[in-house]
Antibody
């Protein structure tokens, strides 16, 4: 069973870059697409994007200009970078697997809260 | 701007049956939207329940089922248990991008 664990700074200043890492255990990075999803406090879920180990990516059009997802097979990790953050980017960020064959978001990390504040 | 709409809240009695729906602002939801359903309890990460309209994950209880109903994606809970009280989210595919519904808060009372 795949297990995912998010890590990174819990506090980011406005206009700076949010950087998070998701460490994967129990699964191969070649088996899935690797996704990020976020949830502002008290609100609903928002899909950010995903990337395959081979570099095939898809991003939420509303975030595309600010988002980069990278996969590091040597470390069994994938990452999220979101530039020029504002208060609207404050959220719990989840990493998750996406099975392209089944069109399924299967396994999720526990999430990490990122606060945007000076 | 594509909008995916769910009932904001529903209430069901223990042992009862309830259907949650997921509508698209673009028109009828079909299998090509690959509907996914998730359950989220307070303070927890979402848990996947259903993918591609009606397929269950290995951990999905048998009382949960997915379908297409009247131009919408639907999640039906039969024989509702108290532990099913949660927020439920649907997720639809729009040709390269995915959009979540706003969620349905299900109360078991």
């Amino acid at each position: 069973q795949v297990q995912l664990q998010e890590s990174g700074p819990g506090l980011v200043k406005p206009s700076e870059t949010l950087s998070l890492t998701c460490t994967v255990s129990g699964g191969s990075l070649s088996s899935y697409y690797w996704s990020w999803i976020r949830q502002p406090p008290g609100k609903g879920l928002e899909w950010i994007g995903y990337m395959s180990y081979s570099g095939s990516a898809s991003y939420n059009p509303s975030l595309k200009s600010r988002v980069t997802i990278l996969v590091d097979t040597s470390k069994n990790q994938f990452s999220l970078k979101l530039t020029s953050v504002t208060a609207a980017d404050m959220a719990v960020y989840y990493c998750a697997t996406y099975s392209s064959g089944g069109r399924a978001f299967d396994y999720w990390g526990q999430g990490i809260l990122v606060t945007v504040s000076s | 701007q594509t909008v995916v709409t769910q009932e904001p809240s529903l209430t069901v009695s223990p042992g009862g049956t309830v259907t949650l729906t997921c509508a698209s602002s673009t028109g009828a939801v079909t299998s090509g939207y690959y509907p996914n359903w998730f359950q989220q309890k307070p303070g927890q990460a979402p848990r996947a329940l259903i993918y591609t309209t009606s397929n269950k994950h290995s951990w999905t209880p048998a009382r949960f089922s997915g379908s297409l109903l009247g131009g919408k994606a639907a999640l039906t809970l039969s024989g509702v248990q108290p532990e099913d009280e949660a927020e439920y989210y649907c997720l639809l595919y729009y040709g390269g991008a995915w959009v979540f519904g706003g969620g349905t808060k299900l109360t078991v009372l």
